[in-house]
């Protein structure tokens, strides 16, 4: 089993960090920003041609090599919309989970009090309607995917942990190959996870907009690579 670990391209909340070091005035569910579409498109671009022609000899590594056989990708707009352009330029159907989502979940800060609080999401019929080629999870609320408090920090690991053990149950032993486009912060947990720890470490493992890790099981875990980034030039990098 292969895992291609993709990061949302550039969102608007992204950008605004980038711009302003504040999150006030963030979007609970930000949209792609028009840089962080040109990444996701040379993302899935560079994706379908490294997924053409002869298989490479047994045991050769090719960091060029994708081949993909499945696409999950968070419920987050942002993240749907860059795993959208990767399902068109390889043709391979788009699967939402809602266990992929960002650290907190969906959310805004209350300006007066400094709460978060948790917000809805797009409701099934929202995401069909914007995502037509999209499968959804079966149950999902009427009110919105996430219908949910703030996710806090304890309870993002058993999270990842459940993730994590229900891909081992489905792709372990097998040569499948998976892209799980998702996000920055959720990515630490998941290494975290990967590296068999309970705690995240004193550490931020850097991922840039619309980078690909890869990360392979067979009796163990191994990040082959970390934050490849071929398909974009020093100005698309954010």
């Keep these: 089993m292969h895992i291609y670990y993709i990061r949302h391209a550039q969102s608007a909340n992204n950008k605004l960090y980038a711009e302003s070091g504040s999150e006030k005035g963030r979007s609970e569910d930000a949209v792609l920003t028009e840089l962080g579409v040109k990444q996701a498109n040379l993302m899935a671009k ?114 990842v942990k459940a993730l994590l053990e229900d891909l081992l149950a489905r792709h372990a032993g097998t040569s499948d190959r998976i892209a799980l486009v998702s996000h920055g912060g959720l990515f630490q947990y998941f290494v975290t996870s990967i590296l068999g720890l309970t705690e995240r470490l004193p550490v931020w493992f850097v991922i840039n907009n619309a980078s690909i890790t890869r990360i392979d099981f067979d009796d163990r875990f191994e990040i082959a690579y970390m934050n490849r980034t071929p398909h974009l030039s020093a100005e698309l990098l954010t």
């Design 46 to 159: 560079h994706i379908a041609e490294g997924s053409r022609g002869a298989e490479p000899p047994v045991g050769q590594f090719d960091l060029h090599e994708y081949r993909l056989t499945h696409i999950y990708s968070s419920l987050m707009t942002r993240a749907l919309q860059t795993a959208s352009f990767l399902a068109a330029e390889i043709n391979l159907p788009l699967i939402g989970r809602t266990d992929l989502h960002e650290v907190g979940g969906v959310y805004l800060e209350d300006e007066e009090s400094s709460e978060l609080i948790g917000r809805p999401g797009k409701t099934p019929t929202e995401l069909g309607r914007e995502f037509p080629a999209l499968i959804l999870p079966e149950g999902l609320p009427e009110t919105g995917w996430y219908s949910r408090p703030f996710e806090t920090r304890e309870e993002r690991f058993p999270r």
